[in-house]
Every structure is written in C-alpha cells, then in structure tokens.
C-alpha cells in the first residue's frame, strides 16, 4: 500500500478554488447542440456562388438534424457530432435570366470523416437550369465545404473556451518557458514567471502578442470600442459599453469583463475572464494601438491567464479576434472598391 501522500497523483485531491474536476482527471460533458444548430445557420445561409454560368445563394437551413457535444478526460478534449443537414438554393442563369431553385443535402457530417470525405449532393427542381446544378456541384460544394470547416473551428475553439480547469502548480515552480516568435506576422511570447495571483488563488501565466493589420490605429480601436463592428468580426450579439465600468460580453457569454480604462486610438484596458474560469477570476487585458505608416499595430498584454487556459486564450486571441478582424478589415475595403 503507497503511504499517504505518495500514489498515483492523479488520484490525489489537491487545493482547487472552485473545488472541481482535479487535475480534469474526471469526464466532463457540455452539450454543443443548441450552439451548434446557430452556428451552422449562421456559417451556411446566405453563401453566394458565382461563375459563368450565373449566380446562386444558398437560402434557408430547412432541415437540421443531430446533435454535437464536447468532452473533457484528463486534460483532453474530445468532440462528438453528427448532423442531417438539408440547406435550399436559388439561382439566376446568366444569359437567359431564369431563374431556379433546388436543394443542398449533407446526410452524414460527423467526426469519423474529414470535411472533404463528407458527402454533398445537389438537387434542383424539374426544369431546364442544369447549368446552375453543375455550379452548385462544384463551385457551391466547395464554398459548403469551407463553411462546414468554419464551424468545426469554432466548435474546438470559440464553444470550447474555458472548458480545461486550472490546476494546482508546485509552489515556486515557474509555470512557462520563454517561446521563440512564429514565422507569421502574429508575435507572441509567454513570459517566465513563478506564481501570479489574480483574483482567486490560481497560479497564472502572462500571455504578450503582437499583430500588424492594414488600418489606422483609430479603425483599429473603433473595431474594439464599436458594438456593431464588435458584432462584425464576432459573428455574435454582444454587450459593448466602452466606458469606464462598462460591461463587456462576447462569445455567447464565453468570454466577458469590464472596461478599465479608454484612451482614444492608443489604448484600452479590460478586466478579462472566461465563462469556465473560477468564479470571480479575471485576467487584465492591455491593448496599445500604435500607427505604423499605412498600417497599425496592436500589442496584446493579458495577465493572470489560468495555467492550463495559456494556449486556448492564445488561440482565441489569435483566431477569434486576430484573424476575423482581418477579414473584416478585407471586406470593408471590398466593398469600396
């Protein structure tokens, strides 16, 4: 028999502040159907597919049948999901203006399939038109497919925030190393740091990155302080109230806090914290934008991030933020042109 203290620890109940899951040895399970069921509608309706032949858009999701979920065991996160999707289409043919309808079905979306593999099939009304059919089997599945990897990434990353609970480090242990910047323009670096108390008593990391986009720094801030652009890249309602002491909300509640401090076009400041984090806990966020000719950057300081959240704050700033900013960006200079 192993003397007190000395088994198997992932068996050993440490100190937790929120006093669950130890270690995340235990399964947990969040039901990702009710989510999910948005954010398909949300990435399919109203896709536009264009070629020679004419235009098409994809118009309601008439059918959704499944379910998804997301589960946590030792630290892991392992996803379910299998949907019976039925999207209609319509279209115009180019040089006759008619016009024609059918349908888009995805019998089986699940995780035993790439995205690639998943079929998809096309259907159109009785009718001549078959040259809009041929555009919706190529250039229209291949727009789907892009949609079905788009909630798929935000079902492991935007659904998942907060999920992998912190736990225990041994005290004085330095809880990061010093990461080398990646190749792309995303800079970002994990400062060494022994423990970090923030809020309740968790040990903590302090996440720096660095981002260049092609605005001014006054768009720039405008797209972090403005509810409807906020909404823009988010892809979400959201609570925005840019003020001293004013709410934020993101994410479907994933993500929320409170504005701390607003210098116009230079600086914001945010108490920050994850819906799953311990109760009460918050990071501070510190966001300084700074003109770099025809273009900004902003630079990311989020301190008293939870141990294992380190790499999923990173991620959501990163993919959730970053990347979706620069797509809004893309399109408002699309549409001036």
Known sequence: ????????????????????????????????????KRKLKEVLEGLVVEGEAGRCEIGDLKHVEGEASCNSRKGKLIFFYEWN????????????????????????????????????????????????????RTEGTTKVREALRDYLKALKTEFTLGMILPTKAPAGQELATERKPSGNSTQDSVTAQSLDIVGVKIPTVRIFMKEVFNSSADELYSIFTKKELVQKFSKCPAVVEAEKGGKLQMFEGCVSGEYTELVPSQRIVLKWRCRSWPDEHYATVALNFQNLAA????????????????????????????????????QSRDNME
């Open 295 to 330: 273009q900004s950057e902003v630079q990311l300081e989020c301190k008293g991030v939870p141990v294992s959240h380190e790499e999923g704050t990173r991620q959501c700033w990163k993919q959730q933020y970053f990347e979706e900013i620069h797509i809004l960006l893309q």
């Open 85 to 136: 999707l039925r999207l209609s289409w319509k279209g115009t043919v180019k040089e006759s203006g008619e016009k024609h309808k059918g349908s888009v079905e995805i019998p089986n979306l699940s995780e035993e399939n790439e995205v690639d593999d998943t079929e998809i099939n096309v259907s159109k009304k009785k009718g001549e038109g078959d040259v809009l059919k041929d555009l919706m």
């Open 1 to 36: 028999m192993a003397k007190w203290g000395q088994g198997d620890p992932r068996w050993i109940v440490e100190e937790r502040a929120d006093a669950t899951n130890v270690n995340n040895w235990h399964w947990t399970e969040r039901d990702a159907t009710s989510w999910s």
